[in-house]
C-alpha cells in the first residue's frame, strides 16, 4: 500500500533551463509549471511542487517510480515518497528559491552538460542551500544527450572543481537525460542512497512555515457555499489533525492611532490535503494544503506566505529588530563579475530571508554583531539562521547569512 504522505522534501535547484522542471515530470509524471506567465515563457516563477513514489524491484535491484519493473517485468515495492520542491532558476527569483529551500530536507542540483560550469545561479543555489543549512545533496547531470562523450566528461570535471570545498564536495554526480527518461534508476538510488529522512520527534510542538495562501473559491459562489481560507507549506516538526484549533503568526494587519499593528489568526483546520490526497493528520515531510475556517480574503494572493502556524500559544515571539552575528562571503554570489563582498554598512537595506517569511532589514549598528530594524516583522527565535542579500544594481545578490543572537 503507498503511503498517503510524502515523508522528506526534496529541493530542485539550479541555473535557468538546466532542466529542473523536466527532470521533476521525469520522476513525478507532473508538470509544475502551471502558472500562465510560466507557460507563456518556459521558465519557474513560483514554487512547484510534485510527490514521487520510489520503487525497487527485488529481481533486478533497479530503482524506479513504476509499479512493474521496466526492465524485467517483475512487480517493485515501495521504497519512499518524496515531494520534490521545484524552484525557480532565474537570477530575480533568488527570494523564492531560498523560501524553497527553507523546507527542504536535501537537494537534487541540476547542472546542464552542455553548458560551462558554474553559472551564475548554479552558483547562487548552492551557496543558498550552504546558507540555510541543508547539507544532503546529489548532482544531476543533465542534458547529456545534447552533447558529445568528452564533453560531458569535461563537463564532469567542470562540476567537480565548482563543488570542491562546498556543501556538495562529496556529493554523487549522476550523468541524466531528463528529456529523454535516461539514467532516472541511477539518479533516484543516488537519492536513496545519499539523502536520508531525518529522524522526526512527533511530539514536539507543530510548526509549519506557510509558503502559499489561497482562495479557491471561484467568482460568484453563494455565500452558503463560500469555502473557508486555504494555507500551503510544510511542517517543521510536530503533527496536525482535522478540528485542531492552529494559530497563524504574523496574522493580519491593522491600523491603529495611525500604527500598523499585527494581529495573530486563530481558526479550526477542517482539511488537511497533500497534492490530491486527502489526510487526518499530518507529519513533517511533504507540502499540505491546510482548510480553515478563516475568511477567504485573508489567504487570497499568498497573504499569508511566510507566516507561521501551529498550536495557540507554541509559537516564536513576533521581532520588529534584532541582533545577528554576520557571516559574510568573500565574494558576490550570482553575478556575472566577480565583486568582493563590502562590509556591511549603517543605514544599509539588506533582504532577509527567515524561514518562508522575507523582510528588508535596515542596518542600526554594522559590525560582526549587527542590529537591524526589520521593517515587517517575522517570527524567529534565538538560533536561527537570516540569508542576507544586498542590492547590487538592478538585482538583489546573496552576500552571506547572520544568526539571530
Known amino acids: 500500500m503507498e503511503p498517503k504522505q510524502a515523508e522528506i522534501n526534496i529541493g530542485m535547484i539550479g541555473h535557468v533551463d ?17 502558472h500562465s506567465e510560466e ?8 514554487l512547484g511542487y510534485a510527490d514521487a513514489v ?8 533497479k530503482y524506479t517510480t513504476e509499479k512493474t519493473c521496466p526492465q524485467c517485468g517483475e512487480d517493485t515495492e515501495t521504497v519512499r515518497k518524496v515531494s520534490f520542491v521545484d524552484a525557480p532558476g532565474h537570477e ?3 527570494a523564492t528559491m531560498l523560501t524553497g529551500a527553507s523546507l527542504v530536507d536535501g537537494a537534487v542540483l541540476v547542472i546542464a552538460a552542455n553548458e560551462h560550469c558554474p553559472q551564475p545561479q548554479t552558483k547562487e543555489h548552492l551557496m543558498g542551500l550552504d546558507i540555510i543549512g541543508v547539507k544532503n545533496v546529489v548532482i544531476a547531470q543533465n542534458k547529456i544527450e545534447l552533447v558529445s562523450r568528452e564533453r560531458v566528461t ?4 567542470e562540476i567537480k572543481d565548482f563543488v570542491n570545498g562546498t556543501v556538495a564536495e562529496n556529493a554523487p ?3 541524466i537525460s531528463a528529456q529523454h527518461s535516461i539514467n532516472i534508476d541511477a539518479l533516484i538510488e543516488a537519492i536513496e542512497t545519499h539523502i536520508p529522512t531525518p529522524k522526526r520527534d512527533e511530539n514536539l510542538d507543530s510548526m509549519m512555515f506557510i509558503a502559499r495562501s489561497f482562495d479557491v473559491n471561484r467568482p460568484g459562489i453563494t455565500p452558503d457555499k463560500i469555502i473557508g481560507g486555504v494555507i500551503g507549506g510544510s511542517l517543521k516538526q510536530g503533527v496536525i489533525g482535522v478540528g485542531d484549533e492552529i494559530e497563524i503568526r504574523p496574522g493580519r494587519t491593522k491600523k491603529e492611532q495611525n500604527k500598523i499593528i ?5 481558526s479550526e483546520i477542517v482539511s488537511l490535503n497533500t497534492l490530491g490526497i486527502d489526510l487526518k493528520k499530518a507529519r513533517p515531510g511533504g507540502l499540505v494544503g491546510v482548510g480553515t475556517k478563516l475568511d477567504p480574503s485573508l489567504t487570497k494572493a499568498d497573504a499569508l506566505a511566510g507566516s507561521v502556524a501551529g498550536k495557540p500559544g507554541t509559537l516564536p515571539s513576533l521581532v520588529h529588530e534584532f541582533a545577528l552575528e554576520i557571516h559574510l562571503l568573500e565574494r558576490v554570489v550570482g553575478s556575472e563579475k566577480e565583486l568582493n563582498v563590502e562590509p556591511i554598512k549603517r543605514k544599509e537595506m539588506l533582504m532577509l530571508n527567515v524561514g518562508t517569511g522575507k523582510t528588508i532589514g535596515i542596518v542600526k549598528n554594522p559590525g560582526k554583531h549587527s542590529e537591524l530594524n526589520l521593517r515587517l516583522p517575522v517570527c524567529a527565535t534565538k538560533g536561527d539562521r537570516v540569508a542576507i542579500s544586498r ?8 552576500i552571506g547569512y547572520g544568526i539571530i543572537e
Open 173 to 175: 554526480i549522476i550523468p
Open 54 to 61: 520510489f520503487r525497487k524491484c527485488l529481481k533486478c535491484n
Open 391 to 398: 542590492r547590487i544594481g538592478a538585482r538583489w545578490r546573496l
Open 18 to 34: 538546466h532542466g529542473k522542471t523536466t527532470l521533476t515530470k521525469a520522476l513525478s509524471g507532473i508538470w509544475t509549471d502551471t
Open 92 to 94: 530575480t527569483l533568488m
Open 154 to 157: 569535461e563537463n564532469y570535471r
Open 39 to 46: 507557460l507563456r515563457r518556459g521558465i519557474t516563477i513560483r
Open 262 to 266: 499585527y494581529r495573530d489568526l486563530s
